[in-house]
């Protein structure tokens, strides 16, 4: 007879205090000495297992997708955010959620990101000629313009309203934060993007473009044309790619900074060898990276013995479970060079598996190769705060001073 999950005395993560977010790896370490695999938070229960996160996601038919218990808990049913948050493809499941990836998977195969390369090298030097001679600067707020303008490239839309569409893109990063007094935020901010992403379609189906050269846009409104996609679901697909690849992408770099300074050797491999900037990624994806993933228990789950109630909330986090020392030896080790006995899986696993994973790796490689080549000497007090854990998490403000080479 499986424990009831409601009556064992599982070990407490505070993963919405500040403290929290600032190290959270003692927190995940004393909750597995408590419980080896599961763990209760004010988001629901946390899979604290690497082994068993894959497992879960092995049984993804029995899992809903968590964004409507999001929308109830910040009690925003009704609202812009609380709409975007039901309709957007991450909450789709079964054959609606199949039906859009299709029509977007052409778009986002590694070759198609690695086509994309020479777009990404041109807005990173030009962001670097813009923002390096200043050699001084918040990082995380250099590396925020960086996807926003690949994405805007990709999509053939104008520069000029990235500025607004960034302070969107800030808030709705703070989606899954679990804090009601952000609504109106989530709420302004939705509605700018929608704003934004409605004038794009409108301005492109008015003749009105920046290149003749075909783009992701076109792509798309070729597909709604055959009769595949209304224009909200258009407007909900582009206003979510925009959110996708933002904060995380963003989040990433400054992070994978943030191990870079005080470490002047691996600043200077990643600044000769692409390659080797490939294995300081992947090991900061180990290490520490971004987004976690949520579902909700569909049905009752047993598992290792332990019946998790239907419609509990699940946390997976696996933007820090690399440091799991049963999946990883050495885990607090941060080693570019490890052999490659762990696999991380920061983009998430199964049907809902990050779709611009290769346009994200590419886009990474290519800045943190041009950025480490052009700054160097990086020197930082430290990150002046981090983000909720919540949200896509990572360091808010990372004040950077360097030399130019
Ligand atoms: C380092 C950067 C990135 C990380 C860590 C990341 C992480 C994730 C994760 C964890 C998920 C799935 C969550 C789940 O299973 O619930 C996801 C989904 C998704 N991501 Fe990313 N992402 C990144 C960059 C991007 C970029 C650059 C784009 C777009 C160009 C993008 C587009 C998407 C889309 C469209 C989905 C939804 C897929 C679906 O529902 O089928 N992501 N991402």
Same mark, same amino acid.
């Given at each position: 007879?499986?424990?009831?999950?409601?009556?064992?005395?599982?070990?407490?993560?505070?993963?919405?205090?500040?403290?929290?977010?600032?190290?959270?790896?003692?927190?995940?370490?004393?909750?597995?000495?408590?419980?080896?695999?599961?763990?209760?938070?004010?988001?629901?229960?946390?899979?604290?297992?690497?082994?068993?996160?894959?497992?879960?996601?092995?049984?993804?038919?029995?899992?809903?997708?968590?964004?409507?218990?999001?929308?109830?808990?910040?009690?925003?049913?009704?609202?812009?955010?609380?709409?975007?948050?039901?309709?957007?493809?991450?909450?789709?499941?079964?054959?609606?959620?199949?039906?859009?990836?299709?029509?977007?998977?052409?778009?986002?195969?590694?070759?198609?990101?690695?086509?994309?390369?020479?777009?990404?090298?041109?807005?990173?030097?030009?962001?670097?000629?813009?923002?390096?001679?200043?050699?001084?600067?918040?990082?995380?707020?250099?590396?925020?313009?960086?996807?926003?303008?690949?994405?805007?490239?990709?999509?053939?839309?104008?520069?000029?309203?990235?500025?607004?569409?960034?302070?969107?893109?800030?808030?709705?990063?703070?989606?899954?934060?679990?804090?009601?007094?952000?609504?109106?935020?989530?709420?302004?901010?939705?509605?700018?993007?929608?704003?934004?992403?409605?004038?794009?379609?409108?301005?492109?189906?008015?003749?009105?473009?920046?290149?003749?050269?075909?783009?992701?846009?076109?792509?798309?409104?070729?597909?709604?044309?055959?009769?595949?996609?209304?224009?909200?679901?258009?407007?909900?697909?582009?206003?979510?790619?925009?959110?996708?690849?933002?904060?995380?992408?963003?989040?990433?770099?400054?992070?994978?900074?943030?191990?870079?300074?005080?470490?002047?050797?691996?600043?200077?491999?990643?600044?000769?060898?692409?390659?080797?900037?490939?294995?300081?990624?992947?090991?900061?994806?180990?290490?520490?990276?971004?987004?976690?993933?949520?579902?909700?228990?569909?049905?009752?789950?047993?598992?290792?013995?332990?019946? $998790? +109630?239907? =419609?509990?909330? /699940?946390?997976?986090?696996?933007? %820090?479970?690399? !440091?799991? @020392?049963?999946?990883?030896?050495?885990?607090?080790?941060?080693?570019?060079?490890?052999?490659?006995?762990?696999?991380?899986?920061?983009?998430?696993?199964?049907?809902?598996?990050?779709?611009?994973?290769?346009?994200?790796?590419?886009? $990474? +490689?290519? =800045?943190?190769? /041009?950025?480490?080549?052009?700054? %160097?000497?990086? !020197?930082? @007090?430290?990150?002046?705060?981090?983000?909720?854990?919540?949200?896509?998490?990572?360091?808010?403000?990372?004040?950077?001073?360097?030399?130019?080479?």
């Amino acid at each position: 007879m499986p424990a009831r999950a409601t009556s064992l005395d599982l070990p407490w993560l505070a993963m919405d205090e500040p403290a929290f977010a600032a190290d959270p790896f003692p927190h995940f370490a004393a909750a597995r000495a408590q419980h080896p695999w599961l763990a209760r938070s004010p988001f629901g229960y946390v899979i604290n297992d690497y082994a068993a996160i894959r497992d879960f996601f092995r049984m993804e038919e029995r899992l809903d997708n968590g964004y409507d218990s999001v929308v109830a808990l910040m009690k925003a049913k009704g609202t812009a955010w609380g709409r975007f948050q039901e309709s957007h493809m991450l909450s789709a499941n079964g054959a609606a959620h199949k039906r859009v990836r299709d029509i977007l998977a052409p778009a986002f195969t590694p070759r198609q990101a690695n086509a994309h390369r020479g777009l990404m090298r041109e807005v990173i030097a030009g962001l670097l000629d813009e923002w390096a001679p200043k050699r001084a600067f918040d990082f995380e707020e250099f590396a925020s313009w960086f996807p926003i303008t690949v994405m805007c490239r990709l999509l053939g839309a104008s520069p000029e309203a990235i500025p607004a569409l960034r302070d969107s893109l800030e808030a709705l990063g703070l989606s899954t934060a679990m804090d009601p007094s952000l609504l109106p935020r989530l709420d302004a901010a939705t509605e700018i993007a929608d704003a934004y992403c409605h004038q794009l379609m409108a301005d492109r189906r008015a003749g009105k473009r920046l290149s003749e050269e075909q783009d992701l846009l076109d792509m798309l409104l070729a597909a709604q044309d055959a009769g595949g996609l209304s224009d909200r679901e258009l407007a909900d697909i582009l206003i979510f790619l925009f959110v996708a690849g933002y904060d995380t992408s963003k989040n990433i770099l400054t992070l994978i900074m943030y191990e870079l300074i005080g470490r002047p050797e691996m600043h200077a491999r990643c600044a000769a060898d692409i390659d080797y900037c490939r294995k300081v990624i992947d090991e900061n994806f180990r290490y520490r990276s971004t987004a976690a993933a949520i579902r909700v228990a569909g049905e009752e789950i047993v598992y290792r013995d332990v019946a $998790i +109630e239907p =419609g509990a909330m /699940l946390w997976f986090p696996i933007n %820090v479970i690399g !440091r799991d @020392p049963r999946a990883c030896d050495d885990p607090d080790r941060f080693d570019p060079d490890r052999p490659r006995q762990f696999s991380p899986i920061p983009f998430s696993l199964g049907a809902h598996i990050c779709l611009g994973q290769y346009i994200a790796r590419a886009q $990474i +490689e290519e =800045g943190l190769h /041009l950025m480490t080549q052009r700054m %160097v000497n990086m !020197r930082s @007090p430290g990150p002046l705060a981090w983000r909720p854990f919540g949200g896509v998490w990572g360091i808010r403000g990372l004040p950077v001073e360097f030399e130019v080479a």
